[in-house]
């Protein structure tokens, strides 16, 4: 005898079933995820909810993650152009409403005015600043992009609520 979706009654029932793949599927278009990928690198996109940086580091690391570390041009350029071409970031024309602007793995945590990316506690060897103001911060703070100037860092509060990137190295 046959029940509905399955052949034994007692696996699942059709309402659970149904149940399930309605919340998967408003879970989904809640979360906002967006992943894009290169021949390096994983970039898991959080554009629907702010976190402060230990939030959002915390939310990168639930998804076996870090936050993404700018440490070269090219990863630089492109994760921004991704992030333009879903205009998910700000441009000098465009003005977004809120503005998107995410969080790095990039700050000064450990030592204030030392700089290193989380996950890797390595120094910066490549940076693109927005202005020399940047860095005259005081007390610690984090790397924040996409803020004007084509993926220039700034430095934030880390109590800030921010998008946020996290990343994943490739095997």
């Given at each position: 005898?046959?029940?509905?979706?399955?052949?034994?009654?007692?696996?699942?029932?059709?309402?659970?079933?149904?149940?399930?793949?309605?919340?998967?599927?408003?879970?989904?278009?809640?979360?906002?995820?967006?992943?894009?990928?290169?021949?390096?690198?994983?970039?898991?996109?959080?554009n629907?909810?702010?976190k402060?940086?230990?939030?959002?580091?915390?939310?990168?690391?639930?998804?076996?993650?870090?936050?993404?570390?700018?440490?070269?041009?090219?990863?630089?350029?492109?994760?921004?152009?991704?992030?333009?071409?879903?205009?998910?970031?700000?441009?000098?024309?465009?003005?977004?409403?809120?503005?998107?602007?995410?969080?790095?793995?990039?700050?000064?945590?450990?030592?204030?005015?030392?700089?290193?990316?989380?996950?890797?506690?390595?120094?910066?060897?490549?940076?693109?600043?927005l202005?020399?103001?940047?860095?005259?911060?005081?007390?610690?703070?984090?790397?924040?992009?996409?803020?004007?100037?084509?993926?220039r860092?700034?430095?934030?509060d880390?109590?800030?609520?921010?998008?946020?990137?996290?990343?994943?190295?490739?095997?």
């Amino acid at each position: 005898e046959f029940y509905g979706l399955f052949k034994y009654r007692k696996m699942i029932s059709p309402r659970i079933l149904i149940s399930c793949l309605l919340y998967g599927f408003i879970f989904a278009f809640k979360t906002n995820i967006h992943v894009h990928l290169t021949d390096r690198d994983e970039f898991i996109i959080f554009n629907n909810a702010t976190k402060t940086w230990k939030e959002a580091l915390e939310s990168c690391r639930n998804h076996t993650a870090h936050l993404v570390s700018l440490e070269s041009q090219r990863k630089l350029i492109d994760l921004h152009m991704f992030l333009f071409s879903k205009d998910f970031i700000e441009s000098e024309l465009i003005s977004a409403d809120p503005p998107y602007i995410y969080w790095s793995g990039g700050n000064d945590l450990n030592k204030p005015g030392t700089y290193e990316w989380e996950g890797t506690e390595k120094p910066f060897n490549y940076t693109h600043w927005l202005d020399e103001q940047s860095l005259n911060n005081n007390g610690s703070g984090c790397i924040q992009f996409g803020k004007g100037g084509f993926g220039r860092w700034s430095i934030e509060d880390c109590r800030t609520e921010r998008f946020y990137v996290c990343e994943r190295i490739k095997d």
